[in-house]
């Protein structure tokens, strides 16, 4: 009797944890409501993480970053502690001393901290508004708070 529970809870959870077909519609699309907001994209970002679901992670970017995910990264919490619009002025203004990113007015810059391992880190996130979805346009870590 034992045994055929732990069997059962083991299917339940290999279930539960392998893909994220329930995120994906018929055609393999991830569904419209993962970018319905930037909340939603942050936290699908973390859950991604969580899975080590490096497809459907690189999917939530404006452009494929190809970022690797070796294997899933279990424990790590995240909270948003701010965020802002960026305006026209300020993309222009911090688009001199950017090479790579260029930013535009209506994007949204978030604050995150993020916990790993008991390391707290601040992380930036630009998300941009692309199609009627929300996508992560670029991220950086921070520094250790």
């Keep these: 009797m034992k045994k055929i529970f732990f069997i059962l809870l083991l299917s339940m959870y290999i279930i539960g944890c392998s893909n994220t077909e329930y995120k994906r519609d018929v055609n393999g699309q991830i569904e419209a409501t ?4 930037p909340e939603q994209v ?4 973390y859950a991604a993480l969580e899975r080590g679901d490096e497809d459907f ?3 939530l970017f404006v452009k ?12 790590i919490t995240y909270s ?17 001393t ?3 990113n260029k930013l535009a007015e209506g ?12 390391n707290t880190e601040e992380i930036t996130f630009i998300l941009r508004r ?12 921070g520094y250790y708070i």
């Design 34 to 37: 993962v970018f319905q907001s």
């Design 42 to 45: 942050i936290k699908e970002y």
């Design 57 to 59: 992670l690189n999917e």
């Design 64 to 75: 494929n970053e190809k970022l690797r995910v070796v294997k899933p990264i279990l424990d």
């Design 80 to 96: 948003i502690k701010g965020g802002k619009i960026i305006t026209e002025t300020e993309a222009r203004e911090r688009n001199r």
């Design 98 to 100: 950017s090479s790579e």
């Design 107 to 118: 994007d949204l810059e978030v604050i995150v901290e993020e916990i790993l391992n008991n």
């Design 130 to 141: 692309v199609n009627s979805r929300w996508k992560i346009y670029s991220h950086s870590i």
